[in-house]
């Protein structure tokens, strides 16, 4: 089965400072690629996603990531973080062609006001 | 609105007493699959569907079972829950599995004592 690695289990940051989020993967296949935002006490919903073409993405709120294929990674970053992106993070991998969705364990981020 | 719902968003039950985790979505999707989200194991696939009749194991199937008698429907049955199926459940669905976003259903938040 596919692996989904999300290095990163809490980060903390201050308001307006730079985040990265890593997300790397095992599949060396096409995969189309995803990341969720879970916040506090609600369900899951679609940041961003990569399926083919330019290889830096950009989702709503500012986040955008970019897809190293030849790392098998797709982390997400955001220039100056909020105190509303205050969340968990999810990273999830799809084989292209094929009935899965794999998740990472999730990234808690706390921005501090 | 497009929306996944579910019910209840909250249940406390016993060990042993059936139960039945409703999931309902208005976007007239093929796709739709249960996750189980634990701490430090990010979402996890139980089981999914492609269509009406058509169904299939996840990652962790084991203690559940599901039926996708119509198109928007796809309840979730544990026929003997145990306190290791306490967790966290979402459902979601998707136009297909090449890759579309999945919108989740707010979550229901089972506790097997």
């Known amino acids: 089965a596919q692996s989904v690695s999300q290095h990163n289990h809490h980060v903390i940051l201050s308001e307006a400072a730079s985040l990265e989020l890593g997300c790397n993967y095992s599949y060396g296949g096409t995969v189309n690629l995803f990341w969720y935002v879970q916040y506090p006490g609600q369900h899951l919903q679609l940041l961003l996603k990569?399926?083919?073409?330019?290889?830096l993405v950009k989702g709503i709120k500012g986040f955008e990531a970019e897809f190293i294929k030849s790392k098998f990674s797709f982390n997400l970053r955001k220039p100056s973080v909020q105190w509303s992106d205050t969340a968990e993070y999810f990273c999830a991998v799809n084989e292209a062609g094929a009935n899965n969705l794999f998740f990472g364990t999730g990234t808690r981020l706390t921005v501090i006001p | 609105e497009a929306q996944v719902t579910q019910n209840p968003r909250y249940l406390i039950t016993v060990t042993g007493k059936k139960l039945t985790v409703t999931c309902s979505q208005n976007?007239?999707?093929?796709?739709m699959s249960w996750y189980r989200q634990d701490p430090g194991l990010g979402l996890r696939q139980i089981y999914y569907s492609m269509n009406v009749e058509v169904t299939d194991k996840g990652d962790v199937p084991e203690g559940y079972k599901v039926s996708r008698k119509e198109k928007r429907n796809f309840p979730l049955i544990l026929e003997s829950p145990s306190p290791n199926q306490t967790s966290l459940y979402f459902c979601?669905?998707?136009?297909?599995?090449?890759?579309?976003?999945?919108?989740f259903g707010q979550g229901t938040r089972l506790t097997v004592v």
């Open positions: 979601a669905s998707s136009l297909d599995w090449g890759g579309a976003e999945a919108f």
């Open positions: 990569y399926f083919s073409g330019d290889p």
């Open positions: 976007m007239n999707h093929e796709y």
